[in-house]
């Protein structure tokens, strides 16, 4: 299932508007099949590691992240019959398709043709790998991560504006890493201007997985850009598992007043700015207190002389 | 070596004008006599050990985490001519005491009497473990370290100065045991004059070592508090070791943009805080490039919800 975990992993950012889900077939203690949701969404995994497996399938044993689909759609056959079809005698599935459209009917399509099947195997390493997707089912908009590259003291640039650069190479280059597993990038009309970001993948390889660019405005649209005119218009966005929010301060501090922020990396420089620009402005708090419980810190890691710092919201789901 | 450095980085804070030495003497494998710094400076901690090692001191082992003493003091006799007297076969010490009172002299003193002895071993732990004396012995002022509970966003206080509480008890409780082993504390009048603060260690077993307090400020002195009318003032504690530096944003600001702080400890909370009090102001920076190369992450660790992050000055010595 790690295996299987990992493929879906490697395909975030390219397959929203579905699930970015891995499946591994064995039979004989020998790998035969393996597969990934491919980029825009077609082929499903399944489909795949089937294609990839054949014959060998029947009789096998077949991991998957997520449920198989159970509806026909005009781009494909529901996976869950094609895996009836291809008659492996074990299924083993990490998480339950909130999708309505499947949401245990592929698993019963499956035992009712006598397919041994277990749920729940990686259950909480899967979710983690598809968040976005399982964001979208539950509230209906992309998960939404916040990255932002500070000092010690939280200031994101000099009172000039310069923020060239905080972060160093390692951090920056983790940072086209994120932009590659994202569906869409968005930044401010301000940063837009300012920096006329390109917002692209530039890592040997993943050059083609530059993302959607997105501009929040009150203002015109950009040629070259969505545009989100309030943070509530992530709403709209049926079709982005992953939103990534690049800046600048008014934006980021317009997603967090909303609480439309799930997710924040902080590469931490150790460097201090002191009179500068800080991350925030008014976020809506009363008082400390209501700071509080919020954010939990997630895995950090050293990236050469920054820090990556993770931290999640606490949401009841 | 690294039960003598133990010993030695317990006495921290309570050692002053001397050394937070630690010794241990080994005799067939069985350790005989232990000894750290005493409070006060006196007696040392070679002096300790071979009081409690008595007659199997002779053609022992003795490890000290720095070089004896060579020099007789009104309150007790030179460290070197006790070991002598003493007789152990083999003295291993960290490091050479830079006091030029003994700098070499007291291994001298043993190589003269016909002991064996060893310099070097665990020398990067015992410098850490006495960085406030080696720090004073260098730069003739004690190594100051900086405090601050900050949010994500490196705020200290919401708009109003509260800041009660950032962090949670865990980096509280931390904070009183930094303060037992440091010899002074000292805040702004700002601070003072908010929050009173009492600045003494309330941690059970340890309310005896709350150290010396001090108050930055060009008024009057206050009673029970000493007074610095200036960060350069530092040169004048000829006293102390280590210099704790607890706020507030001005205090903190006036020692980094006189390149006086040495350490900085953030307890860092998973808080934003948004609009709030900036942790330092203008620090004397042209540009962010200045910014780097100055501050090197050392450990952090996890302390309840928040989290210790590390900071050392990097200088040439």
Redesign the interface.
Known sequence: MAEAIGLGLAARGRSAPNPNVGCVIVSDGEIVGRGATQPGGRPHAEAVALAEAGARSKGATLFTSLEPCAHDSERGPACSDLMVEAAPARVIVALQDPDPRTAGQGIERLKAAGITVDVGCGAAAAAESMAGYLTRMTFGRPRITLKLA??????IA?PSG?????SGEDARAHVHLERAHTDMILVGRGTYLADAPRLDVRLPGLEDWSPRRALLTRGDAVDGWETLHSPQDVYRLHDVNDLLVEGGSATA?AF??EDLVDR?L?Y????????GK????????E??AD??G????GD?R?LG?D?L?V?ERVRES
């Open positions: 500070l000092s010690i003291d939280g200031k000099m310069t923020s060239k650069w905080i501090t967090l007043a924040i902080i931490r420089a150790p460097i201090i700015v002191g009179e800080s991350s925030f402005g008014y976020v809506g708090l008082g400390i700071a509080h919020r954010w939990r810190a950090g050293a002389v820090r710092e931290y």
